[in-house]
């Protein structure tokens, strides 16, 4: 039997942000606890093709295998360019 370990998937549409902890095995991959914590179910606007991922602030991939306490986060698309806003925030100074 395969050790199990402690992670928490999250995802902050712009309402609340959502959490679920979950226990898996050692091995899985990112994209398996996602599936898993049932957070897909919970927000359907979440499309793992068009959205990144990450673990703590680092863009992953959906194969990365997990470690435990790993908090798996799922970002949203910007709503505007950062580098863009910054320029126009520039020109009204």
Do not use: W
């Not at 899985?28 to 179910?41: C, K, P, V």
């Amino acid at each position: 039997m395969a050790d199990r370990i402690k992670v928490t998937v999250c995802y902050a549409p712009a309402s609340q942000p959502i959490l679920f902890a979950l226990e898996v095995d050692e091995g899985t991959t990112i994209g398996q606890a996602i599936e898993m914590s049932g957070i897909l179910q919970e927000a359907p606007e979440i499309n793992l093709v068009t959205m990144l991922v990450g673990i703590y602030g680092k863009k992953k991939t959906l194969d990365t295998v997990l470690h435990a306490r790993d908090r798996i986060e799922i970002y949203r698309p910007l709503i505007a360019d950062p580098k863009d806003a910054r320029r126009r925030r520039a020109k009204k100074a």
